[in-house]
């Protein structure tokens, strides 16, 4: 009832997975993701178990195909199921059971495995391998992009409902003591990959950092800009002139925890600079041009 992509990203060590399906918060069910042990969607008459017990066989040091093997011979219902899996190293194994509704298949690849059931063809699941091996950007650019080809080349026959996409990675998840770099879920919509991938730009936004090198000097016009709009969202009270002084500081760091952009400036790191994307929403936000 789904069709689904589990990736592993070896230049950033990162794994994902993302889903799409007819079916209530698909994602609640599907997607299983650990840093360090790898990443399982488990699908069709989904056995929610293999998520948990495949990641802690990875963990072990199972490769993916040696996981699956032992989560399908403990079980079964394995004919009912459909399941895919990348290892700590990326290595890529998938099931299609022979009693999954038509179409079912899947299509392993390098690094990672598409698979799906009650889908418009197999046509669904090779747009979803040619897009992810095409696309570019961070993992969860890439497994979206795929859900979004699979989604237009005809997805689920049934129709649509709910999408997600899950990205690990350790020290990566907010305030840096856990692994979820991004869970993101639409479990009711009308066009839900299509919303899935507007969440993800606000996840870039709100989650994301520029490096260090593409920040901007906060220089006396820039200043001034900032300090107006300050003013008027009332977190500064003094001139607005071209200085950056402590308090235009303090007034930006409230203003920057009301708009949810911590993580892209703080007074304590380099706080004469800014992040180009953070200025962009500033602008765009507030009416005000550069």
């Known amino acids: ?7 592993y990203d070896g230049q950033a060590q990162s794994w994902g997975v993302a889903v799409a399906s007819k079916f209530l918060a698909a994602a609640a069910v599907v ?5 360090g042990a790898g990443a ?23 490769r993916a195909e040696e996981t699956l093997a032992k989560l399908l011979a403990a079980d079964p219902e394995a004919e009912h199921r459909q399941v895919g899996l990348v290892d700590a190293q990326g290595g890529a194994a998938a099931h299609s059971g022979a009693e999954c509704f038509d179409y079912a298949g899947h299509f392993v690849g390098e ?7 009650i889908l418009a063809g197999r046509h669904v699941i090779e747009a979803m391998a040619d897009a992810y091996q095409s696309s570019g950007g961070a993992l969860a650019d890439r497994l979206v992009a795929a859900l979004y080809a699979g989604d237009r080349a005809g997805g689920d026959k049934r129709g649509k409902q709910s999408a997600g996409v899950l990205v690990v990675k350790a020290g990566g998840g907010y305030g840096g003591d856990n692994d979820r770099l991004l869970d993101l879920r ?11 991938r507007d969440l993800v730009e606000m996840h870039r936004l709100y989650f994301g ?3 260090p090198s593409a920040r901007i000097p906060i220089n006396a016009p820039l200043a001034a800009e900032l300090k107006a709009i300050l003013k008027r969202t009332g977190h500064y009270n003094g001139e607005v002139d071209g200085i950056w002084d402590e308090a235009a ?3 930006f760091w409230s203003f920057v925890g009301m708009e949810n952009l911590e993580e892209r400036w703080t007074p304590d790191d380099h706080p004469d600079l800014i992040d180009p994307v953070a ?4 602008r765009k936000r507030f009416g005000v041009q550069g």
């Not at 479990?187 to 990959?193: A, K, N, Q, T």
């Not at 200025?279 to 500033?282: D, G, P, R, T, V």
């Open 40 to 62: 399982v969607a488990t699908q069709a008459f989904a056995k929610v178990s293999f998520g948990l017990e495949g990641l802690a066989l990875m963990a072990d040091g199972l």
């Open 249 to 251: 500081q303090e007034g």
């Open 279 to 282: 200025l962009e929403f500033i």
């Open 31 to 35: 997607s299983w993701a650990r840093a």
């Open 186 to 196: 639409v479990d009711d919509h009308d066009d839900p990959v299509v919303r899935l």
């Open 1 to 7: 009832m789904t069709f689904s992509i589990v990736a």
């Open 209 to 211: 950092k520029s490096e």
């Open 111 to 117: 690094g990672f495995t598409c698979q799906g059931n």
